[in-house]
């Protein structure tokens, strides 16, 4: 049985898995500069295995851990300014941005604001979150979140709990007082119980459900590829050494974390380093690196996923870390084998059950 837990690993609240504690980071605005990149390689290899997750929250999540080295590599990142020093306001820092931010732009300011307001916050459940989409089109409708600050139909920002199609409109100037409003009516009306926004039922306050409407959403695919070139992880998985020489060019100056397993290098000229049959298709981590996975993952992902058509999404277990959205088609593992869905999230009752790698490969015509 999969053990679902109500919180995400953080920087002082780490997560066994099988190959060490997983420890995550939360760049500021999604945005290491240059000598942060680099020192957060050095402790990853240092205190960890060198290997580094991109989540779908843009932050990175340092793995194999020895639990003797945790507060050594804790003390780096604080000196890196990449987790702050109190444990209460790391804890506040689920805060998602719009990749393509420039400076002074709507969702930097409000972002900026929000960051150094987070002691207002009140005690939230551990993956409640906030994002900031303030650019002309709004990029991260599908990413997690439970109180958004948007683009609006009209042009203007509004204000919006995930789940509910409308909002309200709001000043810029305004748009942080009332996002903290929220999460503080969210609190007192027991949403701490439910954990998450979209699984709250009690209404709205009417003052936060105007009936605005956000903006159409935009493509992610390009998102802040202005800044510099883009460059795709598979799996969201890269080592140490892999990330330091995207920033040794004396021309890059930063690099921000997308949610979408991309990595844009501010005034970076490597080559894109994208592999499009592994982007389009999710995994986690699997066996024997996530004790709740009775199955590998990403080789048999990797394989499969040029015969797929849509999305494909391999799943260790029923929980479905590596992707909350249906695919179109889902592998799901139990008791080491996988059952097979279509159009569905992991742990869907399946069209076939119990099937093995090469019953897969066969079905899809890639053995």
Not at 76 to 100: N, Y
Not at 128 to 135: L, T
Not at 288 to 314: E, F, K, M, N, W
Not at 329 to 344: C, P, Q, S
Request: aromatic letters at 4%.
């Amino acid at each position: 049985m999969s053990i679902v837990r109500g919180w995400c690993p953080t920087a002082y609240r780490p997560m066994a898995a099988g190959d060490g504690l997983l420890v995550r980071v939360r760049p500021r605005l999604g945005r290491l500069t240059r000598a942060q990149a680099l020192g957060l390689c050095e402790a990853a290899a240092a205190h960890g295995n060198g290997q580094i997750d991109l989540t779908n929250r843009a932050s990175l999540q340092i793995r194999g851990v020895r639990d003797g080295d945790w507060p050594a590599l804790i003390a780096s990142l604080c000196a890196l300014d990449l987790v702050d020093a109190d444990p209460a306001i790391e804890a506040r820092r689920a805060l998602l941005c719009a990749p393509g931010w420039q400076d002074s732009d709507d969702t930097h300011r409000i972002a900026i604001e929000l960051t150094k307001r987070l002691a207002d916050l009140p005690a939230l459940p551990g993956k409640f979150g906030f994002a900031i989409d303030a650019g002309e089109a709004r990029v991260l409708y599908n990413d997690p979140a439970d109180i958004r600050i948007e683009r609006g139909e009209a042009g203007g920002v509004i204000l919006r709990a995930d789940g509910r199609a409308t909002g309200v409109a709001v000043s810029t100037a305004d748009a942080v007082n009332k996002a903290i409003a929220l999460a503080h009516w969210f609190v007192a009306s027991g949403g701490v119980t439910a954990g998450r926004m979209t699984r709250h039922p009690v209404s709205l306050p009417r003052w936060a459900d105007q009936g605005d409407h956000p903006a159409p959403a935009s493509p992610t695919d390009l998102a802040g590829a202005q800044l510099g070139p883009v460059h795709g992880m598979p799996f969201g998985r890269i080592d140490a050494d892999a990330l330091a020489q995207l920033v040794q060019p004396t021309s890059a100056v930063a690099i921000r974390v997308t949610p979408w397993r991309r990595l844009i290098v501010e005034g970076g000229a490597l080559p894109d380093t994208t592999e499009p049959a592994a982007i389009r298709a999710d995994a986690c981590v699997g066996a024997p690196a996530c004790p709740q996975a009775s199955v590998s993952t990403r080789a048999i992902a990797r394989r499969l996923a040029p015969y797929v058509d849509g999305h494909l999404h391999v799943s260790g277990c029923a929980k479905g870390c590596a992707r909350a959205l249906p695919a179109a088609v889902v592998l799901t593992g139990r008791d080491g084998r996988f059952d097979l869905a279509f159009d569905a999230k992991a742990g869907a009752p399946p069209a076939l059950a119990g099937l093995d790698e090469a019953q897969i490969l066969t079905h899809f015509g890639a053995a």
